[in-house]
C-alpha cells in the first residue's frame, strides 16, 4: 500500500478545498456540444456560487457509431468559459496518449469508470501534480477501487478524489444503483475526499436531486451532476441531465441538507 | 393490477400516520431475547419520544442450527413492554400457519424478505385489517416487490408499507447495498409509504447512521433500526446493532435531517 | 449440519436411481393445461424410453393476475396420465399448507426457487419419505442453499435433490444465467444428486439444449425441461419450451454426450 | 454496426482455423517466469498435438504491489520456446503504448477483461491484420461485448474471437460463474468463433476439467486455459493452474466430448 494514513484535504484552488468543511457541486454538460451551451451553462454556475464546471469533451461511447465528443475543440470552450467566469474545469481523459493535451486546459483531471483498472493511465496520472477524480468502476468492489487509487499513489500523487457513480446491480428501473453506503464507509475508512453522481447512478431526471441529497447525507464531500439548458436536445445522456431550473433546485435543496450536516456548499 | 393510484398515508395510531409529514422511527432488537432486554429498549424508545418498538419472535435464520427466537413467549414480552410504554409494536410472521397468533400481538406485521414471493403468505395478509410492511426481497426488483404488493392488495388490504433492506450485489465490504434509488423512486411514483433499513442494508454498526440518513434523505417515510442494550452480547445481529447512546444520535442526527427536508420525526 | 457426508444415491423407483451411473431427464409442462395436453407429453416420455413427467399444478406467479394453475385438477392430471405410463410426478409444493394434499398425488416434491428460503416449509417436507427436488433460491449462493438442504435435514430427510436453475445476475439476453460452475462444485464437494433446469436458467428455446448439455458436462445427475406439444400456446413459459421434435432432439444430444461421460440416460 | 452478418472463420495459421470444425486449446502459464517454466510447458503442448501457448508477458494486477510480469523479456521467451516447437503464441497488450512490441512477438493479441471497454486500445487493434482475442468484461452484457467487438471492426479488423471468462456475480464458492448461456447464444446469434476460459471462470483447480467440458458442450470453438509445472509455485494464479498431469487429462476429456459434438481438438 502506498496509500497514506491520514485523511487528505485537497487543495482545488486557493480559496477552495476538498475533503474539508465544505461541500463542492461540479455541474455541467455530459457533453461540449457547442460555446453558446456551455457558455449559458457555465453563466449559471457563477450565479449560483459555484466553483468547478464539470464537461466532456472526449467521451468513451458503447458504440464506434455514437457522438463520441468535440476532442480538443471542446477542451478549448471549456476553458475559454471557465476563465471567464473564474471556474476551475474538470474532464475525463481517455487514455494515456491524450494525458498531456487534457492536462493542459483542465484543473481536475477524471479517469472514468471503465477506466478505473486501466493501469497504464493511472500510472500516467500518478505522476502528474493535479488533482484526480477517480470515477468507481460500475463492476468494481470498494477494496479494488483503493487498489486503484493506489496504483495512482505508487507514482507519487496522492491527490485523488473518489467519485461513487453507481454500480451495476439486477435492478433495471434505474441506469445504476447509487452505492451510498461506500460513500459512507470511504468517507469514514479511507483518507481521500468522496464525492458522488447522482445523474449517472439514477440515469433518470426525476431521480437526480433524490439521490443527490442521499450522497450528502451519507457523507459526501462533493457532487458531480449534469445540467443541460436543454436536456430534450442533448447529444448524449439528455434524460439524465437537470435544466437550469432544476440545477438552481439541486442548490436549495442541498444547501439545506448541508446545513444540517453543518456543512457548506461551494 | 389491483394496487390504488392515489397516495396512501397509513393511520397506526389515532394520532400516528405513515406517509405523511412524520417520519417514523420503529427501533428495537433484531430478536426479542428477555423481558429486561426488551424493557430496556423500550423505555429508552419512550423516552425519546418514539412510538413503535420492533423486535423478532419467529426468526428464519440461515442455519437450522442458528438460535430461532423465542417464538410466542417473544411475541408476549413484546406486546406487555408495548403496552406499559403505549408503543405500537412491529414484527414478523414466518408462514400462514403463524399468522393468528402473530396477528394476535402485533399491530404492524412484517413480510421478511426472504418471503417476499410466498404467495399464500401475501394471499393471508391480503385478508387482514392490519398494515403491513414488506420488506424488500434482497434480490428482487423494484417491479417485483410492486408486483408482490399486488398479491396483497388483490385480498383487499392496501395498508401496505414497503421497506428497502438493502440488495445482494457483488459488493462484499458491507452485507447489502442500500439502494436509495429504489427509495425515491417508489416514493415519487408509488402510492405507498416507503422506508429504509439502514441496519441489514449495512450490517456494520459505524454505517448505520450515515446509511439511515441517505435513506431520509431520499425520501423515506420512515426507518427500521436494529438497537441493543448491549449489542456484543446480542443472540443475533449484534454487528449491526446500535447500543442505546448511538440510539439516541440517531435520533439526533434524523431529527436535524428532517427538519432540513420539512419533516418531523415521530 | 445435519447433511451425512456421503454421497447419496436416490432411489426413484425400484429400478431408478439419480445420483448413480444414470442421468436423469424429467420432462413436462411448464403447467398442467389439460389432459389432452399432458397425455401427449407423457407418453412421449414414455416412447423416449424416460420415465419421470415434470409439470406444474400450483404455479407461484409474479402477478396475482396471471394463470395460477389448474390446482388439485393438474395433480389428478399428472396422477392418471403418470399411471398410464409408469412414469414417476415431480410437481412442486406452493405451502406447508398444501403439502398433504400434494404428497398424495406426487412422487418426488418439488420445493421453487422462491421458496428455497422458506423455511416452515423446509421442515415440512423434511418429515416426508419422499424425495425432495430443491431449487436453487434465484439469488443464493452455493452456501445458502446447501444451509437449505440442511434445513430439511434436520428433520430426518436425507433424500434431496439439487436442482440449479440459473441465477440472476446483470445479464439481460438470457432470463437467467446458468451457472455450471455450481453444478461442478456441488457434484464433487456435497454428497447430493445435481440436477440442471435449462429451461428457467436460458428462457429462451433456442439456448435450451445448448444449456441442457453443458449442465450435463459439467457433471449433473439429471435435467428438468420444459416441453409443450405447441409452445406458442402454452398458457405460462412457452417462450422457454421445447416442441416435442425438439425434445427429440434433446435426448439424441444428451445421449450422445451421456456416453462421452461413461453415463446413460434414463 | 460494422460488424459482418456472415460466419467467420479465422485463420490462425496455414492449417489452423478457429470457428470451424476443430475446437483449439490454448494452454500456458498465467505469467511468463523464466525460459525454462515456459521450455516444459510448451514442450507439453507439443506433445499434446496442440498449437497455441498462451502466456502473459504484462500483466494487469489489482495491487501495484505484485508482480507485474516480466515485459518485453517475457514476450522474447514466448517467441523463443513457441518457434522451437512450431507453436502460435496469444498474450496480452494492456495499452496502446504497447501494442507495437507486443504485435512484433505475438500471434494472437488478447485484450483483456477489464480493457474491454478501453476504446483507444479496440481502435488501434482494429487497425492491425492480427486476430485479436477479446475477453468479455466480467461485468459487461453480451451485448456491451458486442458493441466492443463492433469497436475494433469499426476500424477494418473483423478477426475476432470473443472468449468468456466469466462474470461478476453475488455467489463467492467460485471466483467468478462461467457464464455458459453467452457461450451458446453467440455461437448461435454472433459472427465470431467464441472461446472459454475455465480457469478465471472459477478459480479453483478441482472445477477447471468439469468448467472446461461445460463450455466445450455449450458450443465453444476453444479453450483458454492456465497450466504451469508447479502451479504451488506459480508467481500468480496458481490456485487456478492445471499442472501437467491434468493437462493431459483435460486433453483426453475433451476429446471424448468433442467427438460426441462431431469436432475435434487441436
Keep these: 500500500m502506498n496509500i497514506t494514513n491520514q485523511k487528505i484535504e485537497i487543495s482545488l484552488a486557493p480559496d477552495l478545498k ?29 450565479q449560483l456560487g459555484l466553483r468547478v464546471i464539470r464537461g466532456g469533451a472526449f467521451k468513451p461511447r458503447t458504440s464506434p457509431d455514437s457522438f463520441q465528443g ?11 468559459v471557465a476563465d471567464e ?13 491524450q494525458l498531456p493535451l487534457v492536462a493542459e486546459y ?65 435492478e433495471t428501473s434505474t441506469r445504476n444503483t447509487l452505492d451510498t453506503n461506500s460513500i459512507a464507509h470511504l468517507k469514514i475508512n479511507s483518507p481521500f475526499p468522496v464525492m458522488g453522481d447522482p445523474s449517472h447512478a ?3 431526471t426525476d431521480l437526480v436531486i433524490p439521490a443527490a ?12 451532476v449534469e445540467i443541460h439548458p436543454k436536456p430534450e436536445e442533448a447529444l448524449s445522456d ?5 435544466n437550469l431550473e432544476q440545477a438552481k433546485d439541486l442548490v436549495v435543496q442541498t444547501t439545506r ?4 450536516m453543518r456543512r457548506g456548499i461551494a
Tied chains: 1, 2, 3, 4.
Design 202 to 204: 439514477t440515469g433518470r
Design 18 to 46: 476538498i475533503g474539508g468543511e465544505n461541500i463542492i457541486l461540479m455541474l455541467g454538460p455530459c457533453s461540449v456540444e457547442s460555446y453558446a451551451q456551455t457558455h449559458a451553462i457555465a453563466r449559471l454556475i457563477h
Design 85 to 97: 467566469f473564474d471556474l476551475l474545469v474538470v474532464s475525463e481523459a481517455l487514455g494515456v496518449e
Design 238 to 242: 439528455g434524460v439524465q441531465s437537470l
Design 213 to 224: 441529497r442521499a450522497a450528502l447525507a451519507a457523507g459526501a464531500d462533493g457532487l458531480l
Design 106 to 170: 483542465v484543473d481536475i483531471i477524471q479517469i472514468g469508470s471503465r477506466n478505473m483498472q486501466h493501469y497504464p493511465l493511472l500510472w500516467a496520472v500518478g505522476e502528474l501534480d493535479k488533482p484526480i477524480l477517480l470515477k468507481r468502476g460500475f463492476m468494481s468492489t470498494v477494496d479494488e477501487w483503493l487498489a486503484a487509487a493506489d496504483h495512482i499513489a505508487s507514482r507519487g500523487n496522492q491527490k485523488i478524489i473518489l467519485c461513487e457513480r453507481g454500480i451495476r446491480t439486477f
Design 257 to 260: 441538507l448541508a446545513e444540517a
Design 70 to 80: 468535440l476532442g480538443e475543440e471542446g477542451l478549448k470552450i471549456l476553458r475559454k
